[in-house]
Antibody, heavy 121, light 102 residues
Framework: EEQLVESGGDLVQPGGSLRLSCVAS????????MNWVRQAPGKGLEWVGN????????YYADSVKGRFTISRDNAKNSLHLQMNSLRTEDTALYYC??????????????WGQGTLVTVSS | DIQMTQSPSTLSASVGDRVTITCRAS??????LAWYQQKPGKAPKLLIS???SLESGVPSRFSGSGSGTEFTLTISSLQPDDFATYYC????FGQGTKLEMK
């Protein structure tokens, strides 16, 4: 059974840092681009960024560029999101999602259940 | 970044209705457009990719069309399970369309 399980969400003060993780199972993790997508409470979906199969290429939304870094460890089937200089507007449920092969790099065909990040003083 | 604009933001409809949601891109994206369904408290579910390719297991009452900058998601006959919020996506997402029961 395919699974994506996110962890690491927490309450953090503005200006702080947090590292999210997503562990994959049930599919060949190293063969897929991976996405991070977030959803602020009561709001819509926002694509955060993605990473290619071997971790050598990443793309980011303008809203997080320079503050967030996506990485992966294919040996451990894990995806990470390092978040620095956090702002209150980064408060959201953060999803990792597997990117559908052959669909241009951002289409998520399988999603985790998300981990909640709250940025507040 | 390419901006994605959905309309309407809210759509009231009844079981059995045919409904259409529109998504416009700020520049041409060929057919690189996906549609998702999201229910409260759940992760999004991919319905359609490449503008018109139905995902496995998605009912055939869902269809997608369009290319370039204008795209549509059509539900041919609404079922009770279809009341949800729908999003289009190229890289960025549209703002969502909440489909509610009339």
């Amino acid at each position: 059974e395919e699974q994506l399980v996110e962890s690491g969400g927490d309450l953090v003060q503005p200006g702080g840092s947090l590292r999210l993780s997503c562990v994959a199972s049930g599919f060949t993790f190293s063969s897929h681009w991976m996405n991070w997508v977030r959803q602020a409470p009561g709001k819509g979906l926002e694509w955060v960024g993605n990473i290619n199969e071997d971790g050598s290429v990443q793309y980011y939304a303008d809203s997080v560029k320079g503050r967030f870094t996506i990485s992966r460890d294919n040996a451990k089937n894990s995806l990470h999101l390092q978040m620095n200089s956090l702002r209150t507007e980064d408060t959201a449920l953060y999803y990792c999602a597997r990117v559908k092969s052959g669909d241009g790099g951002s289409v998520g065909d399988f999603w985790g259940q998300g981990t909640l990040v709250t940025v507040s003083s | 970044d390419i901006q994605m604009t959905q309309s309407p933001s809210t759509l009231s409809a009844s079981v059995g209705d045919r409904v259409t949601i529109t998504c416009r891109a700020s520049q041409t994206i060929n057919n690189w457009l996906a549609w998702y369904q999201q229910k409260p408290g759940k992760a999004p579910k991919l319905l359609i990719s490449k503008a018109s390719s139905l995902e496995s297991g998605v009912p055939s009452r869902f269809s997608g069309s369009g290319s370039g900058t204008e795209f549509t998601l059509t539900i041919s006959s609404l079922q009770p399970d279809d009341f949800a919020t729908y999003y289009c996506q190229q890289h960025t997402f549209g703002q969502g369309t909440k489909l509610e029961m009339k």
